[in-house]
């Protein structure tokens, strides 16, 4: 299994531009998430899924879109990037078999110029 | 979900014992202790999870105080690649969304 994939590793964007950052996983996992990390702090999540066609808001939403039309992706979008979304994003994913422990992808590093 | 407290961080000899200690003194009966670490711009780990119960797997064992209030998630053994943030994290499993809140964690520095 390759676990939890994420693509890009590193983007550059300039304010205002749009993009996705992709999410697959390949454990058939109910539950998917995305999280941003700030230089030195702590994970927030920004969206989670806890099902295809089911989505809902996390800690900070805004400026973020989410969609989840299968079971194995879960893309984040961004709809009119600022220097504020500068940031690790990290997707997760996890499942009630087992005890929840969630499985974290590699990140993507954006910077917003 | 119940608030924790950490130290910042801590050090730890090669080949010793780390002994990470959390503290959640509001935990409530249905909440579970999970510990997660974060090797160097890597994605978290998760370690182990429980809810009373010590619990021990190939990485690690969590040792959970009879009234619940604190936990302490031990290395046996631990290695150079152990140097990370260890982050101890309570939540339900009614959870909506299986969320994660992570704190500051605590920097577990291994030294040869």
């Known amino acids: 299994n390759a676990g939890v994939t994420q693509t890009p590793k590193f983007q550059v964007l300039k304010t205002g531009q749009s993009m996705t950052l992709q999410c697959a996983q390949d454990?058939?996992?109910?539950?998917m998430s995305w999280y941003r990390q700030d230089p030195g702090m702590g994970l927030r999540l920004i969206h989670y899924s806890v099902g295809a066609g089911i989505t809902d808001q996390g800690e900070v939403p805004n400026g973020y879109n989410v969609s989840r039309s299968t079971t194995e992706d879960f893309p984040l979008r961004l709809l009119s990037a600022a220097p504020s979304q500068t940031s690790v994003y990290f997707c997760a994913s996890s499942s009630p078999q087992g005890g929840y422990e969630q499985y974290f992808g590699p990140g993507t590093r954006l910077t917003v110029t | 979900d119940a608030k924790t407290t950490q130290p910042p961080s801590m050090d730890c000899a090669e080949g010793r014992a780390a002994n990470l200690p959390c503290n959640h003194s509001t935990i409530s009966g249905n909440e579970y202790v999970y510990w997660y670490r974060q090797i160097h711009s890597q994605g978290p780990q998760y370690i182990i999870h429980g809810l009373k119960n010590n619990e021990t797997n190939e990485m690690a064992s969590l040792i959970i105080t009879e009234d619940r209030k604190s936990s302490t998630l031990i290395l046996p053994h631990a290695t150079l690649r152990d140097t990370a943030v260890y982050y101890c994290?309570?939540?339900?499993?009614?959870?909506?969304?299986?969320?994660?809140?992570f704190g500051g964690g605590t920097r577990l520095m291994v030294k040869p």
């Open positions: 454990m058939n996992h109910e539950y």
């Open positions: 994290i309570v939540r339900g499993l009614n959870n909506a969304g299986n969320m994660l809140t």
